[in-house]
């Protein structure tokens, strides 16, 4: 019988979930836990369906993990201003740069494409991302694809495998979630119980 797209569709992201590089999330966990310690923030980046999921990064890192987390994307007034002003490339970079962001700070980039300023994709994180380098800042990233610039210059990026070209936007975006749940649930960064595991039956 001919799979439905519901069946292709999941089992892509089955396919995904046994290619996932354990290695480097592991690596992502020390870093996260050593920003924590030396008292660092830790600043989400991602534009669309990334950058809901870098809100709710922010929410998770700083109520389960216990680390001071922001996200430019979170308020929309300055976002629009600094784009009307001054640009869309820059808009990161010069909320970054307000937030002196220094070197015992993480910036997490959540993208599909990793930022590509020869094809005009997500100018934005890649100024932002040659700032953090600048000051030293450690840089971590879920992205898809081959990574762009995110895999270029970062400290530890998890590329979402490719199983199927037509999905890489949805399956790339829906592991970002994933991602960052195993994150802020793993034993050295997970400092709050979630409100479900508190409650009792």
């Known amino acids: 019988m001919e799979r439905t797209f519901i069946e292709e569709y999941l089992q892509e992201a ?37 950058a809901a999921n870098a809100s709710h990064s922010v929410n998770d890192f700083r109520k389960i993990v216990g680390i001071e987390a922001y996200t ?8 629009t201003a600094r784009t009307n002003d ?27 494409g990793g930022g590509n300023l020869e094809k005009n994709v997500s100018p934005n994180l890649v100024s932002a991302l040659k700032f953090a380098n600048d000051v030293g800042s450690k840089i971590i990233g879920v992205v898809g694809r081959d990574g762009g610039y995110a895999a270029k210059v970062a400290d530890v990026c998890l590329i979402i495998p490719v199983v199927n070209e037509i999905n890489v936007t949805p399956h790339t975006e829906a592991f970002q979630a994933v991602i960052n749940h195993l994150l802020v649930s793993h034993p050295k960064l997970k400092a709050n119980l979630t409100k479900w595991e508190l409650v009792k039956n």
């Open 86 to 112: 001054e640009g869309w490339e820059s808009v990161f970079y010069e909320w970054l740069k307000v937030s002196r962001l220094n070197e015992k700070d993480c910036v997490f980039v959540f993208s599909v």
């Open 14 to 50: 089955r396919d995904i979930l046994n290619k996932i590089d354990v290695e480097k999330i592991s690596k992502m966990v020390d870093i996260l836990a050593e920003t924590r310690n030396i008292g660092g923030r830790l600043f989400f980046l991602g534009v669309g369906g990334s």
């Open 72 to 79: 430019p994307t979170d308020n929309v007034s300055e976002l």
